[in-house]
């Protein structure tokens, strides 16, 4: 996520880095589930976390990926006895600050500048989800596929001399679980994209080889960074 020069981020970290400790988190560890009282707003300074539903049949949604820099806050602010609304799940080895809810909302209410950079935050999440929702009614499964492999790109690509390296292990159930699809549609989908080299996979990485075709295929707009992302 890109970051202004005054970012609710930035205002936490220097706010609470002081008084509280790093927390270390292994990968496939749960910081909270769906319905759990609130407890903690966290900052992620390393790695990253899946923040998804679990649908009463039992598949797995992840509604969005964080990497550092990021912040957790996924319930109902300012609201009396407060339940998460997702689950957050590492996806790496991650390093993060864990801040009481009750400080977090008290340090929002109380300086002018973090609650403006916080009503920024805020509305750049909305508009990011309102696009993610554009691309998954608009373009149908294989679109959706395509739209997040453009999205894993700008939030996770680097480029190598086969194209852009989506730097973050994924399996096939997981890119499914981003899609809301089954493994076995995206199974098919990749399989495709193979057969055409526009993409490669290897040791759970996915790198772009052609990624102007993607965006040919989703009508891409080439939005900003900062809201076409995984996060």
Known sequence: MQMTSISIYNLMVHFFQKSEPIQKVKNGTALFHEKDPVEYVYLLLKGSIALGRVHLRGKDFILKVLSEKEIIVEYQLFKSKPQYQFYAKALTDCELLQIKREQFEE???T????????????STGYLKAQMKCQDLIMNGKKGSLYSILIRLCNSYGVKTENGLLIDLPLTHQELAN???GTR???????????EKDVILYENQKFTIK???????EVD???CPLEICGIN
């Open 184 to 194: 076995e549609v995206i199974q098919r989908a990749l399989k495709e994209l193979r």
């Open 210 to 216: 052609n990624l102007a075709y993607l965006k040919t």
């Open 107 to 109: 340090f929002i209410l």
């Open 111 to 122: 300086d002018p500048e973090a609650m403006n950079a916080f009503v920024a935050w805020l």
């Open 178 to 180: 981003l899609t809301y």
């Open 220 to 222: 891409c707009q080439n």
